[in-house]
């Protein structure tokens, strides 16, 4: 099936500790998204990336990073500079940035604890 | 920086009342888009809205874009338990961005 992977579906983190969700498509979308969804603040973009090997902070980059060496694939590295990391982590794409509808994973909630 | 509106931030209903969530942009949008969120779900395209005054129907929702392009509607006729779920607008700025308002949380009474 076509689609966006998210992985894994549930994380736990200790505090300090880094971690990468996964963020795979076959939909053939030149452009990726992270966003995080925290109750009552809807959806904030952290990283897109338009083509491969570039990419552009959001709103809330501090704290994350990301990389884009394939076309398919988008991670996001939550590192440990980020404050409050608990949040649900949507990772979508779309096939330009501009004017078109943006197709979503179905997401990966991490837990600091 | 841009922002996008969205009220009310939660809506309570018994069945079969209607249902709108409003979005209001402080500049002009190139388009607008609505996706609805299922609890525990995530974000699945609804619609696009290009044109100033547009109006599209899905069955019982009404989306409406309005002459300046700043705002827009989600109109629900006669509410659905299926209807439950958060629904989200989303505006296109002019650097071509797309701005997420913060969602209008519908619960529905049997």
């Known amino acids: 099936d076509g689609g966006i992977t998210q992985s894994p579906k549930y994380l736990f983190r200790k505090e300090g500790q880094n971690v990468t969700l996964s963020c795979e498509q076959n939909?053939?979308?030149?452009?990726m998204y992270w966003y995080r969804q925290d109750p009552g603040q809807g959806l904030r973009l952290i990283y897109y990336?338009?083509?491969?090997?570039?990419?552009q902070k959001g709103d809330i980059a501090e704290g994350y990073s990301v990389s884009r060496e394939k076309k398919e694939s988008f991670p996001l590295t939550v590192t440990s500079a980020q404050k409050n990391p608990t949040a649900f982590y949507l990772c979508?794409?779309?096939?330009?940035?501009?004017?078109?509808?943006?197709?979503f994973g179905e997401g990966s909630w991490l837990t600091v604890v | 920086g841009q922002q996008v509106m969205q009220i009310p931030q939660y809506q309570h209903v018994q069945e079969g009342e209607d249902f709108t969530t409003y979005c209001n942009s402080s500049?002009?949008?190139?388009?607008i888009q609505w996706y609805k969120q299922r609890p525990g779900g995530h974000p699945v395209f609804l619609i696009q809205?290009?044109?100033?005054?547009e109006v599209k129907k899905q069955k019982r929702l009404t989306f409406q874009f309005g002459e300046a392009k700043k705002n827009s509607s989600l109109h629900i006729t006669a509410t659905q338990t299926t209807d439950v779920g958060t629904y989200f607008c989303?505006?296109?700025?002019?650097?071509?961005?797309?701005?997420f308002g913060k969602g209008t949380k519908l619960s529905v009474k049997p």
């Open positions: 989303a505006g296109r700025g002019s650097q071509g961005n797309l701005i």
């Open positions: 990336s338009q083509i491969v090997n570039d990419f």
């Open positions: 500049t002009t949008l190139s388009n």
């Open positions: 809205l290009v044109k100033s005054g």
């Open positions: 939909l053939n979308h030149d452009a």
């Open positions: 979508a794409s779309s096939p330009w940035d501009r004017g078109n509808t943006i197709y």
